[in-house]
């Protein structure tokens, strides 16, 4: 097993020159969507918090995977039904253009979901 990664830099260095691009397009698609969020490495791939967990993305074989948490997708199944995925994630296949807007919806979303949590707590 490799050693674990401590950046995200790290994390897609790993990654081939295309993978790369890809893994930087969605950093940056989360960043300008929620410029508030600290970047982190939690389970192994790259994070974004911001009053908790906001969304994680990571590089694989055949696919870029994002975790923006059920609800997140749950929010844009309809939008997301071209996609492989699971309960708390969606596959966008690395032969495919990134859906960079769709991306930011649901970031925005996040941030807006995140927020309101917050000020319930209050």
Same mark, same amino acid.
């Given at each position: 097993?490799?050693? %674990?990664?401590?950046?995200?830099?790290?994390? $897609? !260095?790993?990654? %081939?020159?295309?993978?790369?691009?890809?893994?930087?397009?969605?950093?940056?698609?989360? #960043? !300008?969507? !929620?410029?508030? /969020?600290?970047?982190?490495?939690?389970?192994?791939?790259?994070?974004? $918090? &911001?009053?908790?967990?906001?969304?994680?993305? @990571?590089?694989? #074989?055949?696919?870029?995977?994002?975790?923006? /948490?059920?609800? @997140? +997708?749950?929010?844009?199944?309809?939008?997301?039904? @071209?996609? *492989?995925?699971?309960?708390?994630?969606?596959?966008?296949?690395?032969?495919?253009? &990134? %859906? +960079?807007? +769709? $991306?930011?919806?649901?970031?925005?979303?996040?941030?807006?979901?995140? +927020?309101? *949590?917050? #000020?319930?707590? #209050?």
């Amino acid at each position: 097993m490799q050693n %674990p990664k401590e950046t995200i830099d790290e994390y $897609i !260095a790993d990654f %081939p020159d295309e993978v790369q691009q890809k893994l930087q397009q969605v950093r940056a698609t989360i #960043k !300008a969507a !929620a410029p508030d /969020a600290v970047e982190a490495i939690k389970y192994a791939i790259p994070t974004f $918090i &911001l009053n908790g967990n906001l969304v994680h993305f @990571g590089g694989f #074989k055949n696919h870029i995977g994002f975790y923006p /948490a059920p609800q @997140g +997708l749950e929010e844009f199944k309809e939008e997301l039904s @071209g996609y *492989k995925g699971a309960k708390g994630s969606v596959q966008f296949p690395l032969n495919e253009p &990134l %859906p +960079l807007d +769709l $991306i930011t919806k649901i970031v925005k979303f996040r941030v807006q979901k995140n +927020l309101e *949590k917050v #000020k319930k707590k #209050k």
